[in-house]
């Protein structure tokens, strides 16, 4: 299975600028760690129960929590991705002690994180109908915060091609653009349907994150591990 963490460092590099000089930072809206945070304004979520994921939108920062077991963090990793997060432009990572990591930001770095977002599922999308590596496919279209995405497919050379797994990068994507958004960590889910470009009826649906966890119990009972 595709380690969420990986997906995750790699958000974070694709969204990561150079240093912001000071004048720049306050265009942007930046406000220095003295000045007031998002857990001292109004706004703030309550307190983050295990396996949630929250995103506190505050004054001057937003944080978002994720739980470990979304991040399929193992032993190290936390210093890891803190430092990676640290160099793109994240002020704070934290380890809760309870099961969840929490990310602080600016808020136009957050606005930032997402507009990257936006243009990688974007740029995911162009380069599916028209980079001839999934062949099958014809065309692919997203609703607006990208739950769901449908993929026009000759069906018979999709089915006998490897063209499906065009489905895993997008909906991984999607996932993350959601979460990061504030989505409801109970309600979350991305949706792809793959059509037959010739009749429109739909022969394949693909659900996320319930394939993710289907495809890592696969790989524990092949392993032997859980």
Known sequence: MWKWLIALSILLAACGTGEQTPEESAEAGDTPESETSADESEGGSEENSEGSIDV????????????????EM???????IKASAEEEGISEVTDNGDGTI???????????????????????LEEIRE?????????VTANGDYSEFTLEAEQTAYEESFDGFAVFGIGVLGLYY???DGADPDDYSVVIHVTDAETGEEFDTVEFPEVLDKMSGEQGEEYGTE
Do not use: A, C
């Open 131 to 139: 980079g001839g590596e999934y062949s099958s496919i014809q065309g």
């Open 102 to 124: 929490t990310y602080k930001m600016s808020k136009s770095k957050h606005k930032e994180m997402m507009k990257e977002m936006e243009e990688e599922i974007e740029s995911s």
């Open 178 to 180: 959601q979460l990061f």
């Open 74 to 80: 193992e032993d190290g990793d936390f210093e890891e």
């Open 56 to 71: 506190d939108k505050g004054m001057f920062n937003v944080k978002v929590t994720l739980p470990k077991t979304l991040l």
